[in-house]
């Protein structure tokens, strides 16, 4: 293979991880942003119509007239505005994380993660979002997994402590010395090394959680195999 067919395949693979990555990470930024819009259209319809029931109550009583009419209509604008630019969700404070439900704990990392993305550098970046991803996954297997579990504690530990810590750490470093070795390493090394040992460690915990579903499963389906086809 020539120099310039090894370059192009190397960039086609580069591109195809990127597009996995973006389909990846896109339905989960879309269903956030639904998410948020549905939020905010309901709390501008609660507030507006809380001022017009109040209005048609007072005037029931008393008439409004033109100035009333005015004011009432300046109450709703002042609302929807109000609640159209206020934020939907409290932004994730880091201490919160490690008091967190452990049910609620990945998505809560994910949401404090992906508001650190402009202060990390560019591979980090992408290994973040390949965390978000994962961490999505996680999320719906620790619904039904109870906090004093053994599992639950090693989850809090990587994902509430650990996680947070290295790009806090990260984060602390001054920007002018983010890119300057030191033992062998700069910083900026150093965070995606660690993001990549993370990313890896959560997609281990991802594949021992669903080992009991998939065991329950076979089971299931072996339990099955017997009851129906042994009959026949």
Known sequence: MSRSDDVLERANLTLERARERHGAVAPRARRRREAEVLRRLGRIAAADGAIIVAALVIGWFVPLGLGGAMIVMALLIAATALFALMPVTREVAVEQLVQAPI?????????????????????????????????????????TLPDDEPAAAEVRKLVGEQLPELVRGYQRVPEPLRRVERNGRTPDQQLVDG???????????????????????????RFLQIRYQGEE
């Open 195 to 221: 993001l990549k040992i993370i990313d890896d460690e959560i997609a281990a915990m991802t594949r021992q959680l669903a080992q009991g579903d998939l065991d329950s499963l076979a089971t299931r389906e």
């Open 103 to 143: 049910k609620s704990l990945p998505s809560q990392t994910e949401r404090w993660l992906a508001t650190q993305r402009p202060a990390l550098p560019a591979p980090a970046i992408t290994l973040a979002d390949a965390i978000g991803v994962k961490l999505d996954t996680l999320s719906a297997q620790l619904a």
